[in-house]
């Protein structure tokens, strides 16, 4: 058979695209329940991994979560619960006026855990952030990224990075005031926390995105 | 037809150094630099990249006598992009950790120029046994050259490697400092033209006359 012929040409491709078009949407919808299930078992451990929450603990995330996380509360921008549960189910990057506020009891005590995303370097940065029922101080926070440099602003997905957060001053009458700083630049350490050597921009990213995502829960700090 | 052959053998091994993909046919630089500044990326990206390029010369390889002189790079790119995009689906649903590690290095893939060398000058004329031999050689090769540039930098510019500190805290207490230089793109440059020096100086064959 001549290959080369026009008509051939396009009789090939047009079988080809349908070939692979139907082969692609087959795979994506038989494999997006599985799919689904992952996203939602990740979010789930990084809600545990700012909760402090163990490794081993991490590794059945579904019953961690159900034992740590009490509820999924959303709440308004002037800081009143208007539904119990179904914070879980709002995406970070979507929120606006309704603010997911996951109300967790971590030996005994109430710990708060709210939601982050922002903009790093070269794309994308999110996390939690959880902290004390007084409202003040950092309990511990979770962070990662889609495409941050490896080595340089990738840093904040690790736990060296994340374990300098504890302990800072959370806010002050719905001031935020956990930062982050250029490296080497900390002046007030109860608050400050030291950037990435070589990843200013991601740093600042994070810094930018904290006081963004927690600014909105000001009322809530204040009740 | 034996497997292994010594020709078959021949188109196996000869990327791994003396053909390598990277350090003598200077294709796939740029993801070289992208992703070595630290090792497990570095591996994570020479591994997929070796599956992908195995798979794909098997696919053009037995597509090669009816796919039309005049669209076979369309159809080469249709092939790795449908790979790509299928083992990625895959690997999201049943293994989540890997694709959250991989992110944004899968698509990369689709964009290597090792993938294309292979399937034009390789997998279009060859049987399919060859060509995944040949695919799976290349890919080694390029993981090769990735791994030793990932290694160097992640040694003297994180002072880890696969995030295990190496270098004692002690040294650092005497005063000494990571190279911050390591993680930055030009060092990668720099490492790999020192292998390309280091083998084209075990090997003269590899350098060019000089008139």
């Known amino acids: 058979m001549n290959t080369n012929s026009n008509s051939y040409t396009i009789i090939y491709a047009s079988i080809m695209v349908v070939i692979v078009a139907f082969l692609l949407a087959f795979v994506s919808s038989s494999l997006k329940g599985r799919q689904d299930k992952n996203v939602e078992l990740d979010k789930m451990k990084q809600i545990l991994t700012s909760l402090n929450v163990s490794d081993a603990e991490k590794a059945d995330a579904e019953s961690a979560y159900r034992k740590y996380v009490v509820a999924d509360q959303i709440i308004d921008l002037n800081g009143n619960v208007i539904a119990q549960n179904g914070g879980f189910a709002i995406e970070s990057k979507k929120i606006d006026n309704q603010l997911p506020l996951y109300v967790c009891k971590v030996d005994g005590e109430t710990k708060y855990v709210a939601p982050l995303y922002g903009a790093g370097l070269w794309g994308p940065i999110w996390g939690y952030i959880s902290f004390n029922s007084d409202k003040r101080t950092v309990y511990g926070t979770y962070f990662s990224h889609e495409g941050e440099t490896p080595g340089l602003g990738a840093e904040i997905a690790t736990a060296k990075f994340q374990s300098r957060f504890p302990g800072k001053v959370l806010q002050e009458n719905g001031t935020v005031k956990v930062s982050v700083v250029k490296n080497g630049k900390v002046v007030d350490s109860s608050y400050e926390v030291d950037g990435i050597s070589g990843g200013t921009i991601t740093s600042k990213g994070v810094d930018k995105m904290l006081h963004d995502c927690l600014s909105k829960y000001a009322n809530f700090f204040n009740k | ?211």
């Open chain 2, 1 to 211: 037809m034996e497997l292994f052959s010594k020709k078959n053998k021949e188109t196996f091994l000869s990327p791994l150094w003396l053909n390598n993909p990277v350090a003598v046919q200077v294709l796939g630089i740029c993801s070289a630099l992208a992703v070595t500044s630290k090792l497990e990326p570095a591996l994570v990206m020479g591994l997929s990249v070796t599956i992908i390029v195995a798979f794909a010369n098997v696919v053009i390889s037995l597509l090669r006598n009816t796919i039309p002189n005049r669209i076979r790079i369309i159809v080469q790119l249709v092939v790795v992009a449908a790979l790509v995009t299928i083992v990625s689906q895959v690997l999201k649903a049943f293994a989540y950790d890997v694709s959250v590690q991989l992110s944004v290095y899968v698509g990369l893939i689709i964009t290597n120029c090792i993938l294309m060398g292979r399937l034009e000058a390789f997998a279009m004329t060859n049987k399919p046994w060859d060509s995944f031999l040949d695919g799976l050689g290349s890919g080694l090769g390029y993981a090769l050259i990735l791994v030793i540039v990932g290694f160097f930098r992640e040694l003297l510019g994180s002072g880890t490697l696969l995030n295990f500190q190496i270098i004692p805290e002690c040294l650092y207490d005497c005063g000494y400092m990571n190279n911050g230089l390591m993680v930055l793109p030009p060092m990668a440059l720099i490492i790999v033209a020192c292998v390309i020096w280091f083998q084209r100086a075990k090997n003269p064959d590899l350098q060019e006359k000089s008139n």
